[in-house]
DNA sequence: AAAGGACACAACCGCACGGGG
DNA sequence: CCCCCGTGCGGTTGTGTCCTT
């Protein structure tokens, strides 16, 4: 990568060699920022040069976009994020442009990061089947599960996405998550009540509940390093909104033909 | 402590698309 | 209609860091 020169494809230009790969010095930033700050981006081509960038247009976007701007979010995806991205993926596939437009700050090459180094690895070791409905039915699972957190010193917000899904509304997968949650108050206890609130064992088993326990691992990892409750969404959960996907639930067409589009050798 | 492997992420590449000349 | 250029997107790769043995 860097240093390392596509001959075959790149076009020659008298300043060719003078042209810069690889990471980018603390000095160049310092350049594009203060260049962007008195004349704003775009025209990249342009920017560089008369900038003083010894970079293509096309490096010096990409380095604004996806590190300089100034409300690019720093750290760790936070967990309304990561089941935003998988609702989402379900819904677009690799569309990362697109899935990013729905997390403020957030870049659609992190979003692919995100989604190549950790998502498809569980799925690769857990061996989930892409284009099945098992996996979103886990997201779903996760979601109320992470939601029950007695543990959790931060309540989930629904993504409003998530609430449009074609839900059953059968009598017994109803209410499970608590309402009137979504001021960044912990969520409070859930009543007891067997038919409302059954324990997660008694649930109906998952089809993808390996898969899920080792999200809800790996999320319990990063709880210390998450941000604020409402830092990121104001979902709001409404009693409506409070309702728990039932094992039998049915996809809608186009979610199905969306499903993980992922690539079937790495399943 | 050192070496090798795995991982995460920044950065690059090719391609497609749209607008202007 | 064609060409050029700027831009945007998705896929891929290089490299630094962390982890394991």
Redesign the pocket.
């Known amino acids: ?6 001959t ?3 076009r020659p230009s008298e300043e060719e060699s003078e042209l810069r ?4 010095t603390v000095e160049e930033d310092t350049l594009l920022i203060h260049y962007i700050a008195a004349h704003g981006e ?5 920017l560089a040069k008369q900038a003083g960038l010894k970079r293509t ?3 010096c ?3 604004w976009l ?2 300089l701007k100034p409300d690019i979010k720093r750290g760790n995806l936070t967990l309304q994020e990561q089941l935003l991205i998988l609702e989402l993926h379900s819904k677009w596939g ?5 899935i990013a437009q729905e997390l403020p700050g957030r870049t ?3 979003i ?3 989604w ?3 998502v498809q ?1 569980q799925l690769r070791q857990l061996k989930v089947q892409a284009h099945s409905r098992k996996l979103l039915d886990a997201i779903c699972h996760l979601s109320m599960l992470e939601a029950m957190d007695q543990t959790s010193n931060y309540s989930i917000n629904l993504p409003p996405s998530l609430h449009n899904m074609n839900l059953p509304n059968s009598s017994n997968s109803t209410v499970l998550l608590p309402a009137n949650h979504s001021s960044g108050a912990p969520p409070p206890p859930p009543p007891r009540s067997v038919q409302q609130w059954p324990e997660v064992s008694a649930w109906p088993p998952s089809p993808c509940g390996e898969f899920i326990e080792s999200w809800r691992f790996d999320m319990v990892e990063q709880k210390q390093q998450h941000e604020p409750v409402g830092a990121v969404g104001d979902w709001e959960v409404g009693d409506r909104d409070a309702q728990m996907i039932a094992p039998d639930w049915v996809l809608e067409d186009v979610m199905v033909e969306n499903l993980w589009s992922l690539d079937h050798h790495l399943i």
């Open positions: 990568m860097a240093g390392v020169s596509k075959a494809t790149h790969r690889g990471p980018w775009g025209q990249w081509n342009i247009g096309k490096s976007r990409l380095r996806n590190y690799n569309r990362w442009s697109k659609d090459n992190e692919k990061n995100y190549r180094t950790r690895k």
